[in-house]
Nanobody, 124 residues
Framework: QVQLVESGGGLVQSGGSLRLSCAGS????????MGWFRQAPGKEREFVGG????????KYADSVKGRFTISRDNAKNTVFLQMNSLKPEDTAVYYC?????????????????WGQGTQVTVSS
């Protein structure tokens, strides 16, 4: 049974930082490209960024480029989302997702496995 479990969300002031983690189990983690998505109230789920299964350069949405960094540690079956210079508009539930592919996919429907999400709230 594949499980992805996010952690690290919380309340932070504008300009602050948070680091989200997503731990995978029940899968060969290094075979899966991983994505981070977010969903704010009343909005559709959107791509934040992704990293291919062996690591390497990540891909980011324009809205977070230069502020967010994705990394992964395949030895620990974990992918990270470092979020700096947070803005109130970054407030959302953040999800990690996995897909058995070498590609970084931006379409949420392409991902087979999802975590339960973690709330990030940025106050102004």
């Amino acid at each position: 049974q594949v499980q992805l479990v996010e952690s690290g969300g919380g309340l932070v002031q504008s300009g602050g930082s948070l680091r989200l983690s997503c731990a995978g189990s029940g899968l060969t983690f290094s075979d899966y490209s991983m994505g981070w998505f977010r969903q704010a109230p009343g909005k559709e789920r959107e791509f934040v960024g992704g990293v291919s299964r062996r690591g390497g350069p990540a891909k980011y949405a324009d809205s977070v480029k230069g502020r967010f960094t994705i990394s992964r540690d395949n030895a620990k079956n974990t992918v990270f989302l470092q979020m700096n210079s947070l803005k109130p508009e970054d407030t959302a539930v953040y999800y990690c997702a996995g897909r058995y592919t070498p590609l970084i996919l931006t379409d949420s429907q392409a991902y087979a496995y999802w975590g339960q999400g973690t709330q990030v709230t940025v106050s102004s």
